[in-house]
């Protein structure tokens, strides 16, 4: 049902211009507000003195006090509506962050290829997130497990719905598909691109974003009964519905491809194949960054609703604004934790290390960002560097392969933050956010029992074995038709090559040396320059 909905920060509640208000909506809160200030041409009557006109005054200015009330109603549902797609623009546009860490991560010959897979992550992610995830994700239910209306946005928009949350959405769908392709780079068929990232945005996201963001998901905090463990999930932007997804369907796909040619030497030592831009990968992680205040922050879906008293300072512009603040601090300190960390162990100042630890931490509070307090923050960006450095060091020991560390920035700083959540809620934050649920529990090192660390633990397990499930099934089957990996002649050569015909930067060989040398008229000695 609606009211339902109106729990999730997740739901947006969308109402027509009315002046019934049946449902209560966290996304248009002012409506309650609007809703509760009436006019009564009988209050008014005894005030106007008795004159003979004083039934029609009354009645006129009752009208006029409605129609100035409708404006406010409409001028915050624009407001709440403009916040909304703006955090879609914002979430949009880590996808440039993510095309540009890709291509700085890869080598230079597998450049056009890696930036490819990720404009049509978005494309194929956008058809079939229309024509069936949405549905799946948002569709409404009674079985708590899969959604089953608004195929192809069908009865858009409604009551329940607008077309701003819709884009909100489809960007995080992307997301998740864009984290596995990094997992897969350099050596994956261009047609397991279009499969994977179709199924993955189509059928196994959303199925995820319904268990634990929609209404009636079965570990959903916004249900009205029967929540799990007393309190649902509480995964307020998706360290395991986006991140654990994406990384755990990468983790699949680079497994069951095996590691890149000349990764790992005959005794199983690892060898670097580091990528050929840390331009570009420095530039994709601010992109990102800017990006994830739309992610973050944009969660709450909607910006104007009071949490205490009428005309009071504290509302939820003010938890918008302390997301935002422990998502800087958790990236902040996971950096500076992997900076130093890395230099104990290697002995160097790496960049791309400092990036994927900013990264980690973001994808580690991306969870509890809207339910922790700024020093927890720090804490959670610290940890997950460690998490990310220990998941790496694993992946050399087993020789696995992930060219971005996807799945191990992803995937285990990703189940870091889910957990983290689970110990460091706060109350006051918890009910505020996730309201009408009286004694839901809380952090369990809040002083809130472990109920929720709990049910967080289920969402680890059941996440897992869901993207094992499916996508390590449609990655084996794809092996299987030798439709996943490209030939070593082939990922020899690079895949700019032998796929996109030519390679995205041009280079002087030294057929063009001569001529280059004639036309700059270099001597050989000068010609040690070129």
């Not at 050399?396 to 983290?420: R, T, V």
Request: charged content about 10%; overall charge neutral; some cysteine.
């Amino acid at each position: 049902t609606a009211a339902q909905h109106s729990e999730s920060p997740r739901f947006f509640h969308y109402k027509r211009r009315t002046n019934k208000f049946p449902y209560q909506s966290k996304a248009c809160s002012f409506l309650l507000m609007a809703a509760a200030i009436t006019c009564s041409a009988a209050d008014l009557h005894p005030l106007l003195g008795g004159a003979a006109n004083a039934s029609a005054a009354a009645e006129y200015l009752c009208s006029r006090f409605d129609a100035i009330s409708n404006k406010f109603v409409d001028t915050n549902y624009a407001v709440d509506n403009t916040y909304l797609l703006f955090s879609a623009y914002l979430v949009f546009s880590m996808q440039l962050g993510f095309a540009m860490l890709c291509a700085g991560s890869v080598r230079a010959k597998n450049t056009m290829n890696i930036m490819l897979t990720n404009v049509l992550d978005a494309a194929t992610g956008g058809l079939f997130y229309y024509l069936f995830g949405f549905a799946f994700a948002f569709g409404g239910s009674s079985n708590g497990f899969i959604g089953e209306h608004y195929f192809g946005l069908g009865m858009f928009p409604s009551s329940s719905f607008d077309y701003g949350f819709f884009l909100y959405q489809w960007a995080f769908a992307i997301a998740a598909a864009g984290i596995t392709s990094g997992s897969i780079a350099e050596r994956t068929q261009f047609i397991a691109y279009l499969i994977y990232s179709s199924f993955l945005t189509g059928l196994v996201y959303p199925i995820v974003s319904h268990w634990f963001w929609s209404a009636d998901g079965w570990a959903s905090p916004a249900r009205s009964d029967n929540l799990l463990f007393g309190s649902g999930v509480i995964d307020f932007a998706g360290s395991g519905v986006v991140h654990l997804v994406g990384g755990m369907a990468g983790l699949w796909g680079a497994l069951i491809e095996g590691p890149r040619v000349g990764r790992f030497d005959h005794g199983g030592r690892a060898v670097s194949l580091r990528g050929h831009s840390g331009t570009l990968v420095v530039l994709g992680t601010f992109l990102l960054w800017f990006g994830w205040y739309g992610f973050n922050p944009g969660s709450f879906l909607n910006i104007s609703k009071a949490y205490g008293e009428s005309g009071s300072y504290y509302g939820q512009w003010s938890a918008v604004g302390r997301t935002g603040v422990t998502t800087t601090l958790a990236g902040c300190s996971a950096a500076l934790t992997t900076l130093f960390g890395k230099r104990l162990l290697s002995g160097h100042w790496n960049v791309t290390d400092v990036c994927n630890g900013l990264l980690g931490g973001f994808a580690a509070i991306t969870s509890g960002c809207s339910v922790v307090d700024p020093w927890a923050a720090i804490v959670c960006g610290f940890v997950a560097a460690w998490v990310l450095i220990g998941c790496n060091k694993l992946a050399e020991k087993f020789m696995y392969d992930d060219p971005l560390e996807a799945a191990q920035l992803h995937g285990g700083c990703g189940s870091w933050g889910i957990i983290f959540t689970a110990l460091f809620a706060k109350k006051e934050y918890v009910n505020e956010v996730y309201p009408g649920i009286p004694g839901r529990p809380y952090g369990l090192l809040m002083g809130g029992g472990g109920k929720l660390l709990a049910a967080h633990i289920v969402q680890i397990l059941v996440i897992s074995l869901w993207v094992s499930i499916t996508m390590g099934t449609l990655f084996w089957f794809l092996h299987k038709l030798k439709l996943l990996r490209i030939s070593t002649e082939e990922e020899m050569a690079g895949m700019d090559l032998t796929s996109h015909g030519g390679f995205v930067y041009e280079y002087c060989d030294e057929v063009e040396l001569p001529n280059l040398k004639n036309r700059l008229n270099l001597t050989s000695k000068d010609s040690s320059v070129i």
